[in-house]
Nanobody, 114 residues
Framework: QVQLVESGGGLVQPGGSLRLSCAAP??????????LAWYRQAPGKQRELVAQ???????NYADSVKGRFTISRDNAKKTVYLQMNSLKPEDTAVYYC??????WGQGTQVTVSS
């Protein structure tokens, strides 16, 4: 079972920024034709889609993060990023990356608190 490697989570004050990264290990597979996405799950809530980017780099965002978050991809590095700006306490959750809905990261905690 291939697991993606996530990094970049942590504790940040409201209004701050974080950048999450998610990489496919080694030369296991190519991500060029895959849709990539970030999900999050807050305590007591269902996992929700935050942002996705297609193989043609078309992006889609949850209404709650539009204008604040940016998803991007680097196929050569087999990596997907999530730049999160103007963070709010309600963004607090465990963030998971997905590649093609086949491969998942282990989750990284993002906590927004003063």
């Amino acid at each position: 079972q291939v697991q993606l490697v996530e990094s970049g989570g942590g504790l940040v004050q409201p209004g701050g920024s974080l950048r999450l990264s998610c990489a496919a290990p080694g030369s296991v597979f190519s991500i060029n034709t895959m849709a990539l996405a970030w999900y999050r799950q807050a305590p007591g809530k269902q996992r929700e889609l935050v942002a996705q980017i297609t193989r043609f780099s078309i992006t889609n965002y949850a209404d709650s993060v539009k204008g604040r978050f940016t998803i991007s991809r680097d196929n050569a590095k087999k990596t997907v990023y999530l730049q999160m700006n103007s963070l709010k306490p309600e963004d607090t959750a465990v963030y998971y990356c997905s590649m093609g809905l086949q491969y998942w990261g282990q989750g990284t905690q993002v906590t927004v608190s003063s």
